[in-house]
Nanobody
Framework: QVELAESGGGAVQSGGSLRVSCVASGYGWQRSDYVMYWFRQTPGKEREGVAALDSRGQTSYADSVQGRFAVSMDNAKNTLYLQMNSLKPEDTAVYYC?????????????????????WGQGTQVTVSS
């Protein structure tokens, strides 16, 4: 069993920055066994992929956040981060951390929301114009 706990969400003005975090824990947790993901969701819409980070450090980003967001992980703290810069009102969403044991697929991961194995509870990010 793996548990994921996000934190760091909040309200920020357009153009600002915010960093959200996700701590992984649990009996089944081992960094090398999982690819880590950030997804986001707004009411009435499907959960969409934002960023991915595999155990070798390979990253992938949605086109909408490329160049503005950066995903990283502190393996010693078992903590996944998403640094969000130049935020826009359309970035407003609940941000979810996910962990999945499947091999990283850079061309398909963004459609994997329905089948990601573990999710955190989410953290709200609100960007005002």
């Amino acid at each position: 069993q793996v548990e994921l706990a996000e934190s760091g969400g909040g309200a920020v003005q357009s153009g600002g920055s915010l960093r959200v975090s996700c701590v992984a824990s649990g009996y089944g947790w081992q960094r090398s066994d999982y690819v880590m993901y950030w997804f986001r969701q707004t009411p009435g819409k499907e959960r969409e992929g934002v960023a991915a980070l595999d155990s070798r450090g390979q990253t992938s980003y949605a086109d909408s956040v490329q160049g503005r967001f950066a995903v990283s992980m502190d393996n010693a703290k078992n903590t996944l981060y998403l640094q969000m810069n130049s935020l826009k009102p359309e970035d407003t969403a609940v941000y979810y951390c996910g962990a999945d044991p499947r091999a990283f697929n850079i061309g398909r991961w963004q459609s994997w929301a329905p089948t990601i194995y573990y999710w955190g509870q989410g953290t709200q990010v609100t960007v005002s114009s």
